[in-house]
Structure formats: C-alpha cells, structure tokens
C-alpha cells in the first residue's frame, strides 16, 4: 500500500469540504443575534432585557481548554488487562486503526479512554450487577488505573489523565489531569464536562444501537445540543425564569383577594375594615398609598410590646433534663481527679513531667558539665539520660489514670458550656437570668461550673415558664382580630405593589421570549439543513449497494416541547418510508454512524479525536468500502482511533490507498496485552520501498523514478507530521495548516512548513538539514527530488539509499525538529 498526500485521496472533495469547517459553527451565533437584535422592531426595553438576558451566554458551557489529541494511553488492571499495556498514537489528524481477534484486550482500551475522561463507559449502563461487578482484571486487578497522555492545543508538553479507583466498586473512582503550568485539578473540575456530553467523541457498538433505538426525545436533544443555539437557549431559560416568578407574583397576590376581603367584611363595623375595602377596589389598581397609611397607624409603641409578648410565648429556656445529666457528669469527673490527687497517679505524673524537662534540657545542652539544679559534675550523662528516659515511660503508664482524668474533666465542663445557646431574641423580662445563663460559658473553673451552671439554669427556666404564661394572658386579652388582618393587609399590600409594579416588565419578557422563539426556530432549521446535508453525504459514502435513499433529517418540535423527535424519513426503490422500520441491522449501523459524525466533528468540539469502537459489525463489504473513505476523510479534520476485530476494514484501506496507521493488540497469558505498530504512512513507504529494493532484477526504471519517488512520499508525510505537531503547539488555527499543507505542492515548501512553519523558506530548509541530519542529508534529499525527473536518479545501493531516507524521516517527525 502506498501512501500520498491527503488531498490527493478524496474521490468526492464534496465530502470533505462538507466535515468540520461547514458543520454547525456555533460561535457565529452570538454575532448574528446581535445584529438582529439591533434590527428587530423591539421598544428599548425589551432590547435591554434581550442584552441582559444574552449577556456572555455564548462562553457558557464552553471548554476553555484548547484543541485535545490523545498521545498515548496506558491501562493496567481493567477488564481484559492485566499488567500495564501501552497503545502509543501519534497525537494529531489521522486514521489510526487498532486491530486484534476478540478478547485480545482492543475493547477494553478503547473504553479505558472513555472511563478516563467519563469515569464510565456506554457497555456498563444497562447491565445487570452480576455483569457490571467484574471490570477489574482477574489476573491483576489490585490497583486499576488509566493513564491518557494528551496534547492540548498551545500547549508545549503533554498533559496527563489520570483514572484510579479506592474501592471495589466501578463507581468509586477519581480523575485528575495534570497539565503543564497548570498542576493537578480534578476532572471534575476542568470545564470539559459540558463538551463530554454535546460532542461525545466516544461511539461503541453500543452506542450504534443506542443511537437508533434511544427514545425520540433523547435522539431529539442529542442534535440540538449541536446547532450551536445553547446561547439563545440559556438566555430563554434565564428569561422564562423571570417571567415565571414576576407571573406567580402576579397570581398569588389576586388569588388572596378573595380571603382577605372577605376577612375584612367581617369587621364592617370597623371604620378602617371598610377604608380598606375601598382602597383595594379602587378602578385600575388599588390604592396602595391608603392601605399603606391603615397599616402605618397602629402605635409604634403597641406594635412593640406585641411583638415582645409574641416573642415570649415562644422562648425556649434551658433543657432542664440535659443540664441535669450535664452537671451530675461533670460532678463525677470532678471527684474523680479529686480521688486520683491521693493516689501515686498524680505524683508520677508530675514526676515524669520533671524528668521529661531535664531530659529535654540536657538534649539540648550536650557539653554542659554539671547539674543546672544541684551542681553535681557529670550529673547528666548518657547513663543518667538512658535511665531517665526508662523511668518516664514507666511513670507515664502509672500516670495515665491522672490523665485520664483530667481528661474527662475537660470534656465534661465542654459539655455543661455546649448546652448554652445564645437565642436571636431575648425579651426584656429575662435579661438578667439569661444573661447569668450565658455567663456560665466563660467560667473556667469547674468546680465553679457546677455551682453556677446548676443554680442559673433552674432559675432561667422558671423565669421562661412565667413569661410565656404572662404573655399567653395577655394577648388573651387584647383584640387581635384586626391586628392579624392588618399584618396579613400589610403583607399583601406589600407584595401586591411588588406584583403590580413588575407587570410592566413581565408584559416585556412576554416579547423578547417571543422574539427569541421566533429567531431559535428559524435558526434551526437553517442549521438543520447542514447537519442533514452532512448526514446524508455520508449515508451515500455508507450506502454501498443499497436501495434505501435518505431523503430527509428533520427535527419535530421544540427543545421546551414533551413530544419531540428526530425524523429520518428514506425511500426504498423511490416509495417514502420510515427508516427504522425498513432498514437492517447493517443499515441501521451506518445510519447510527452518519448522525454520530457530524456531531463529534462539530466545529465547536474541543475534543480533536474520536474513538469508534466495533463499528464494522453487521456491515457488507461494499459498505465497509465506503467506511474506509468517509473515516479517511474525516481523518482529514481529526484523530480518529478505530478497534475493530474484523480484518475487512483494513483492507478496504489497503485496497483503496488511503493512508492508515495500524496497530495488532495481542493478548497473552495472564492478561499480558502487547500492542505493536503494524505500520503507519511514513513506515508503510519506507517498507514499500525496500520491498521494492528487494526485488530481484530489479528494472533500471524502477530503480531511477520509483525508489526516489516511494522514498519522497516517506519524507513528505514525515514533515507533515512535524508541521503540525509544532502548528498545534503554538496554539495555530488548524484550517490554517490545512490550507497550508494543501498549497505545499513540493517537497521543500512542506519541508519550510515542517521546519520552520512558513512555507515561504524554502532557501533556508538545506541549513536547517545539514545540522539536523548531518552533511550528506541534503545529497540524500536532492537524488530523491530528481527521481521525479525524466531522467531520473542514480541509485547505487538501494537498500542503502532506502536507511539514509529513514534515518532523515525518522529526525524529522520528532517534535524537537523545529525548537
């Protein structure tokens, strides 16, 4: 198989113009509404509510992490691998695919990449608990983890992903991702998340099913989250938020006038029952200004000692049980250090608080000579220092019942003061009680504790029970009837107002929701047609052989609506029909496929990979063709990483020359998994051309132009790939590149991109391989350019020829190339 370059491949550019650049930007949306916005016939307040309602809403929900690519991923102890297995990728756009027979342990790399980043995987839902329970490896499962090397966008070095578990179950795991010059964070807390669910970069066998057969309104959301109108969304949740409190304002003060009136018809022998009455029915609105004088008047002072004598029915004085139980705790603590102060406890106590200072004192002063107590020469020395030391330990053991006590002590006096609580409001008749309640937490002495805490809690609560009774007969007494209603007058005035002021405000909100549904439908459907443009593109590439035309990708109702759905509408031989209901399992596979591509190469997607999982099952050969291509072209725009079991797909690469990278996991005993390269463009020229080298008899011609020119093409995809290792470093548009790359139609101007990122130096390229490559590079390079030539170029040692031009690809695609 030979490789060229990826532009040369695409039998149907179409397609491929169609992928990313096309699908769906959703960032030009904010600029679009700001100019309808500014157009619309709207009055300057529903302008302004649309401004604040919009607000950055475009940045809501975005990763700010740059363009991601997978370089590596390592899985040890999870699922079919055992001991630590290393699938190594090159982390840019490319087909990559990952082979092996079923139960090599392929699967359970793909979904290691997928629990890395999701902390699950699609196989795991829906399975019952017997089946769910075994992910850890039977052979060496004690410590699970996943590792994902990943090249960020900008970024110089590669960050790392870390998945690890504490326990046995699939659900107690942690992620963290360690990214350079910016240390480790959770995964949780890097602004992904959001991204994980609108573009999953994930798609499983799985998956295909799930993306058919799911319910309308999942299969419904799962495009819309696409379109790229989240913006007006969020900004249409935030308004109906607004609208629902302003209209629940609105209601519940007209659904209390009924009960509030009718309270007041019962005091009609009250003169300002019936002010009130009147204000309330005053034409248009009510007089709020005269309910809110009826309210005013009560007398400040009566509206005092109400609200002191409500307040006392309510007070609560100590638990009167718990201070018991309390203080006859800190009653026994306290004989018991008492007991403990005769016995030999205490003194060892004090005794080894003594040695433990001389022997602390002489550790620190090695080479004083004598006793700082007595005077003694030689007092403290090694021998004095080991037997003190022995001594302590074995005070400290007879101590340990003084401490014990003293222990105890202490948390028994905590516990008399925890029970004193200040309250929010003490009314005046139990200041001073309270105040001595209180005071108890400050006192130190428990034995102090005792005395006072006892006495002040007993007289405290004596005092709240007299309060409480005192205030329960007064407001007995008192006429209460009108002052509740006039509470209950004030709260509705109040809120009444509240309502009666937003109505302007909500009849606002009314319109730019409105404006907004307006502008969502029709943006909608406009984008709509993209997507199903895109889909379809690819139902033709996946359609091979088949009947069924799809004819239509629509969306059936609103994201606000209950009943909503995708309809994919087909023809079979020209008759219309439903697709589920006609298409096979096979069929369904590739229609799954055509809506999950679109979706994973969105434009806004930060995830530069996608992973498929199986997707070659149930397929015929003729659509497993047109898999190879649209999978290579859309490795055009992204890393695609394909695990497959089915040999057919490699070859319809192989067959149809389109450029691939191919690794064969093994399994072996124990779990061991190997993955090796199999071959990738730069090495599937390379091994073309020794074969070629290899060949007996080889013709002159084949010797002159076809050597040189397999050799220029391993050259040529070794400095693409450095080019755009080092353009996704520098944080670079990635179009840019591929515009780039497209224009580089020799082999210097794809070696200056390489090198040196401008296209325009080629004059510098042969300096820069001299230092890179040694002297004879440049010879090397030229004898391959000439091949192109009718002349061709001599070649003495092919197998010769064929090392030096590896040696020089393999320097090259090294990232430090252009450092």
């Known amino acids: 198989m030979t490789s060229t370059e990826p532009h040369e491949q695409l039998a149907h550019p179409s397609l491929a113009a169609a992928l990313p650049d096309t699908v769906l930007r959703p960032e030009s949306i904010t600029k679009l509404v700001e100019v309808r916005l500014a157009q619309a016939a709207l009055g300057e307040p529903v302008k302004e509510l649309l401004q604040e309602a919009l607000g950055d809403g475009a940045a809501q929900g975005r990763s700010t992490v740059g363009r991601i690519y997978l370089a590596s991923v390592s899985v040890a102890g999870f699922r079919g691998i055992g001991p ?172 209390e006038v009924p009960e509030l009136k009718e309270a007041l018809y019962a005091l009609e022998d009250d003169d300002r029952a019936v002010q009130a009455l009147v204000a309330m029915d005053t034409t248009g609105r009510p007089d709020f200004e005269a309910l809110e004088a009826l309210v005013a008047g009560l007398p400040a002072a009566d509206d005092g000692l109400l609200a002191e004598l409500r307040a006392s029915i309510h007070v609560q004085g100590p638990d009167m049980e718990q201070v018991g139980l309390a203080v006859a705790r800190l009653r026994e603590a306290l004989a018991g250090v008492e007991d403990v102060r005769m016995t030999g406890a205490e003194e060892a106590l004090q005794r080894a608080d003594l040695l433990e200072k001389a022997l602390d004192h002489s550790n620190r002063h090695p080479d004083e000579e004598s006793c700082p107590v007595c005077g003694t020469d030689r007092a403290l020395d090694a021998a004095w220092a080991a037997s003190a030391a022995a001594q302590i330990a074995v005070l400290r053991g007879e101590a340990k ?26 009314p005046a008749a139990l200041a001073d009680p309270w105040n001595a309640w209180m005071a108890c937490r400050t006192i130190t002495d428990p034995g102090e504790l ?62 730019a929701r409105a404006w907004i549904k307006a502008l969502s439908t029709e943006l909608r459907e406009q984008r709509m047609e993209g997507f199903a443009d895109h889909s379809q593109r690819i139902w033709e590439r996946l359609r091979q052989e088949s009947n069924i035309d799809l004819k239509m990708v629509t969306l059936r109702g609103s994201e606000k609506a209950v009943v909503r759905k995708l309809v994919m509408d087909v023809s079979v031989d020209g008759e219309e029909a439903s697709a589920l209901s006609v298409m096979s399992q096979g069929e369904q596979h590739s229609l799954a496929l055509s809506l999950f591509l679109p979706r994973a190469a969105t434009a806004d997607s930060p995830f530069g990979f996608i992973v498929i999982d199986d997707p070659v099952q ?15 072209e859309l490795g055009e725009h992204r890393q695609v990483v394909v695990f497959t079991h089915d040999t057919r797909l490699q070859r319809a690469f192989t067959s149809q020359e389109l450029p691939v990278t191919v690794f064969e996991v093994e399994r072996g005993e124990s779990s061991k998994v190997r993955v090796r390269a199999v071959t990738d463009p730069v090495r599937q020229a390379l091994d073309d051309a020794r074969a070629l080298a290899s060949t007996t008899d080889l013709p002159a011609a084949a010797r002159t132009h076809v050597l040189p020119s397999l050799c220029r093409i391993a050259l040529e995809n070794a400095f693409i790939e450095a080019a755009w290792i080092q353009h996704h470093r520098s944080g670079g548009p990635e179009h840019t590149l591929q515009a780039a790359v497209t224009d580089a139609d020799k082999l210097m101007k794809v070696a200056a991109l390489a090198l040196f990122g401008d296209v325009g130096r080629t004059g510098d390229v042969y300096q820069r391989l001299r230092a890179l490559c040694g002297p004879e590079a440049v010879n090397v390079i030229k004898r391959c350019q000439r091949g192109a030539h009718a002349a061709g170029t001599a070649i003495g040692d092919p197998h010769r020829f064929v090392d030096e031009i590896e040696a020089i690809a393999q320097k090259v695609r090294k990232p430090e190339v252009s450092a």
Not at 405 to 424: G, H, M
Request: hydrophobic fraction near 35%; aromatic fraction near 4%; glycine fraction near 8%.
């Open 618 to 632: 149930s397929m015929d050969p003729a659509k497993v063709g047109g898999l190879a291509q649209v999978l290579h």
């Open 450 to 511: 005792v005395r006072r805490a006892d006495e002040t809690a007993a007289t405290l609560a004596d005092a709240c029970a007299a309060v409480k009774e005192y205030a329960i007969g007064e407001l007995e007494r008192r006429d209460e009837r009108w002052r509740q209603l006039v509470t209950r007058l004030a709260s509705w005035t109040e809120s009444a107002r509240a309502a009666e002021e937003g109505k302007p405000r909500l009849s606002h909100i009314k319109k």
């Open 401 to 426: 019942t003084a401490e014990d006590a003293r222990s105890e002590l202490r948390s028994a006096s905590r516990a008399v003061q925890n029970l004193i609580q200040t309250p929010q409001r003490i």
């Open 84 to 255: 630590r297995a290393w699938l190594n990728l090159s982390p840019r756009p490319g087909v990559t695919l990952v082979v092996g027979r079923n139960g090599s342990g392929k699967s359970s790399i793909a979904e290691g990449i997928e629990t890395a980043f999701t902390g699950t995987n699609m196989r795991r839902q829906g399975q019952d608990a017997t089946r769910s329970s075994n992910w850890r490896n039977l052979h060496d499962g004690a410590k699970p983890e996943i590792e994902v090397k990943l090249a960020i966008e900008g970024d110089a070095s590669r960050s790392t992903l870390t998945r690890t578990w504490k326990g046995q179950d699939f659900a107690d795991t942690e992620g963290e991702l360690k990214r350079p010059g910016h240390g480790r964070v959770p995964l949780d807390q890097v602004d992904w998340s959001q991204a994980l669910t609108d573009y999953r970069p994930f798609l499983s066998y799985v998956d295909l099913d799930r993306m058919i057969s799911g319910k309308p309104a999942q299969m419904y959301d799962a495009i819309v989250t696409i379109l790229g109108l989240g913006h007006l969304s969020a900004a249409d949740g935030r308004l109906q938020r607004q609208e629902k409190e302003l209209g629940d304002a609105v209601r519940a003060a007209k659904d």
